[in-house]
């Protein structure tokens, strides 16, 4: 059973504190429950719940009921224009503020209606502001299917298979990431020498294989990290020396096999020839090098990774 109902034509409860003394005490009206809900707003017309802090308060409590900007009907409405927060959701645990619309449109412009709207004037406050120290600041959760047919510029929907997408109006989408995207090109400070063979390991032979890590290498004599543990790919240049009279190289994940390609070619002995190589990586920032032909030594130095 409630603890205290209230009924009449205007106010059914009203609490006045006078002084602000936090959360435990000294509040208007204060709801504590175990087992149900502490407060409860109800209105079939207007405003459930109305929270006003006091202050240089610039909207002020809605039109139906005192004055100041008018409102559409909403399940709890906060008003500060002062250091203070008008709506603050805590929880150790769970949710803090949870929103759910089920409308089909709204009263702020005909735009679609959302769980929570977040507008601002000002050119120096953010209309949402989400901080976390530890975790992630925002979160979207996955829909059950695929991206929809239309949506309206600057939606942001994120499929079943984890791909996010940015809309830019109508039917026009562009795929922003996600499992089967390279994601973004990290460009290095400078080139990094990772591998050379004429140091190493020497010649690599006809129709043999080396595996390259692209982890590390230097710049300079100093070392230097180059590609990062789970990148998706990079961009680096393979550089031919000491070549046998003809042959070829070929660079791909060390998690594949030769897919019978090359990526540069030479026709005489002690060629030295370039070339800018984009390759998949495993997951451990290794690529493999195939020769075909005679044997060569070979570079490779890296400017970037996908990530």
């Known amino acids: 059973m409630p603890g205290v109902v209230g009924a009449g034509g205007a106010t059914g409860v009203r609490g006045i504190a006078g002084t602000p003394s936090g959360f435990g005490s000294g509040g208007g ?17 207007f405003i459930g719940v109305i929270g006003v802090q006091k202050g240089n308060s610039s909207i002020g409590i809605p039109t139906a009921v005192g004055g100041g900007q008018s ?8 008003d500060t224009n002062t250091a203070h927060y008008a709506v603050v959701g805590a929880n150790s645990v769970g949710t803090g503020v949870y929103g759910c619309a089920f409308a089909s449109a709204d009263e702020f412009g005909g735009a679609p209606i959302a769980a929570v709207v977040g507008d601002t004037v000002s050119t120096s406050h953010p209309a949402i502001l989400a901080r ?20 309206v510029i600057g939606d942001l929907f994120e499929d079943s298979a984890g791909a996010l997408w940015l809309c830019l109006g109508g039917a026009s989408f562009r ?27 020497g010649p690599l032979a006809a129709g043999a294989e080396r595996a390259v890590s692209l982890a590390n290498g230097l710049v300079g004599n100093t070392p230097t ?9 990079a961009l680096f240049t393979l ?3 000491n070549t046998g009279s003809q042959g070829f190289l070929a660079a791909f994940s060390n998690a594949v ?3 019978g390609t090359s990526n540069i070619n030479w026709f005489q002995t002690d060629s030295i020839v370039a070339t800018s190589v984009t390759s998949a990586v495993d997951s451990t920032a290794e690529i493999k090098v195939h020769c075909g032909g005679t044997p060569t030594n070979f570079v490779v130095d890296v400017s970037g990774y996908y990530e």
């Not at 409102?71 to 709890?76: A, I, S």
């Not at 992630?136 to 047919?149: D, T």
């Open 29 to 45: 009206v204060v709801g504590d429950s175990h087992d149900g809900l502490g407060v409860v707003g109800t209105s079939a017309t």
């Open 71 to 78: 409102l559409p009907p909403v399940g709890v409405f906060g």
């Open 132 to 151: 976390n120290s530890t975790g992630a600041q925002l979160r979207l959760v996955p829909s059950g299917g695929a991206r929809p047919a239309s949506g």
């Open 175 to 201: 795929k922003l990431g996600g499992p089967t995207t390279s994601g973004q090109l990290h460009v290095l400070p400078s080139p990094v020498r990772v591998y050379d063979s004429r140091t190493t390991e």
């Open 225 to 233: 990290p180059a590609v990062r543990a789970g990148a998706l790919a």
């Open 239 to 241: 550089t031919i020396v």
């Open 257 to 259: 096999s030769w897919p």
